[in-house]
């Protein structure tokens, strides 16, 4: 079993549209969790951190549940720019990070 | 806010070279660095811890005597890839965690021939 499992997708969604990411992880010691984007070929960037009491930022709502080891991403009103493959991370001991594969967005017009 | 700068952006070689990767943090002191493997398609794979003045740590399944890390200052880590192989061609790229949270490099995408 995959530490980190997303679906991979692609979601291709409208322009305007509510797309829902899910992903689970397997250690129940994980201490920190995580949401970046990765564009093609480019170095991930962190899109945002992600709280048990649920946290959001602009269009971006992330969600944590502990006890089923499950977190979410939401993005309302998708951009074009919004296009990438977002990466769930989940921060163990050690300040080591593990990925998900990431689950692949477009967006189109 | 910090920045890891990676370099060389691209590489091609041939089979059986070595290729130095190196990881400079330009505004903090980078006491650790990850070093990650990415294939197509699949996630960030980490592959060894280094640590400024000792021996890095290896995950399990990465030859330590193929990828040679060095970590002998503060700004500065390198992952050599020794006597390259095709299937050694991936996107290699490393992290440091910092005050702000963790700062990646921009990536090495390396390709044997």
């Known amino acids: 079993r995959k530490e980190v499992e997303q679906d991979p997708g692609p979601f291709n969604v409208p322009e305007g549209a509510t797309v829902a990411f899910n992903c689970t992880y397997s250690?129940?010691?994980?201490?920190?969790f995580f949401w970046y984007r990765q564009d093609c070929r480019k170095e991930p960037k962190l899109l945002m951190s992600?709280?048990?009491s649920g946290n959001e930022d602009g269009r971006f709502t992330a969600q944590l549940n502990r006890a089923s080891q499950y977190i979410s991403l939401l993005i309302r009103d998708s951009k074009l720019s919004d296009s990438a493959t977002y990466l769930c991370?989940?921060?163990?001991?050690?300040?080591?990070?593990?990925f998900g594969a990431g689950t692949i967005l477009r967006v189109k017009s | 806010g910090a920045v890891v700068s990676q370099h060389p952006s691209w590489v091609i070689c041939k089979s059986g070279t070595s290729v130095k990767i190196e990881c400079r943090s330009l505004?903090?002191?980078?006491?650790?660095m990850f070093w990650y493997r990415q294939f197509p398609k699949q996630s960030l794979m980490l592959m060894a811890t280094s640590n400024e003045g000792s021996k890095a740590t290896y995950e399990q399944g990465v030859e330590k005597d193929k990828f040679l890390i060095n970590h002998a200052s503060l700004t500065l880590s390198t992952l050599t890839v020794t006597s390259a192989h095709p299937e050694d061609s991936s996107f290699y790229i490393c992290?440091?965690?910092?005050?702000?949270?963790?700062?990646f490099g921009s990536g090495t995408r390396l390709t044997v021939v």
């Open positions: 250690n129940s010691a994980s201490q920190s």
């Open positions: 991370v989940v921060g163990e001991y050690g300040n080591k990070l593990v």
């Open positions: 505004d903090f002191q980078a006491t650790t």
């Open positions: 992600v709280y048990s």
């Open positions: 992290s440091a965690p910092t005050n702000y949270g963790y700062t």
